[in-house]
Structures are given as structure tokens and as C-alpha cells.
């Protein structure tokens, strides 16, 4: 089982960026995906989850500006962060619950 997250990088404050979860070894289509992230030296937290159905739920701070989807067809997650903040910085991961990918890493600098 392989989630790996891709699309991580370095950008200004009010920024975008998209990552991506290559979903592999489950059953995609069953299953729903979130992400989290970890900024340093703080507990990992749920930034976002999207559904089997579609559905979305987003982490307060970042309602309005995250956008999280799946692409059924290509087995993917994607997270689309807009107005990107400094204290969106952080490795980003994707689990469905079960198992946790490699993650990437996003900073905001101000």
C-alpha cells in the first residue's frame, strides 16, 4: 500500500500550492483519504478529508482556502491550498485511516 504525497515546495505568503496522493495496493474507490500535516515540533493534525462519495470536511484555519477532491479514474487525492499562510508550513501526508504515506513538504515564508 503506497500514499505518497507530491507537490510540496517553498512559496510566498497569499501563495497556492496543489499537492497530490497517489493511492496504490487498496481499494480506491472504497475508500476515503485525508490529509494531515506536521509543522516542527508540534502534534500532526487533520487539515482536510474528502469522502467515497465526494464529501469534504476541512480543519477550521483552513476552510475557504483548501480544496480537497479525488480523481476515481487516476486513483488520486488532491489538496488544493490557496492564501497560503506561515502557519500552513508543515509535511503534508495522506491516510485512509489504515496506512500513511510519505509526505511533502509545504513553507509559507512571510
Known amino acids: 500500500v503506497q500514499l505518497p504525497a507530491f507537490g510540496g515546495g517553498l512559496v510566498q505568503t497569499g501563495g497556492s500550492l496543489r499537492l497530490s496522493c497517489a493511492v496504490s495496493?487498496?481499494?480506491?474507490?472504497?475508500?476515503?483519504v485525508d490529509w494531515y500535516r506536521q509543522a516542527p515540533g508540534k502534534q500532526r493534525e487533520f487539515v482536510a478529508m474528502?469522502?467515497?462519495?465526494?464529501?469534504?470536511d476541512y480543519l477550521d484555519s483552513v476552510q475557504g482556502r483548501f480544496t480537497a477532491s479525488r480523481d476515481n479514474a487516476k486513483n488520486t487525492v488532491y489538496l488544493q491550498m490557496n492564501n497560503l499562510k506561515p502557519e500552513d508550513t508543515g509535511v503534508y501526508y495522506c491516510?485512509?485511516?489504515?496506512?500513511w504515506g510519505k509526505g511533502t513538504q509545504v513553507t509559507v515564508s512571510s
Open positions: 495496493g487498496i481499494d480506491f474507490s472504497n475508500s476515503g
Open positions: 491516510t485512509n485511516g489504515c496506512y
Open positions: 474528502v469522502t467515497v462519495t465526494g464529501h469534504t
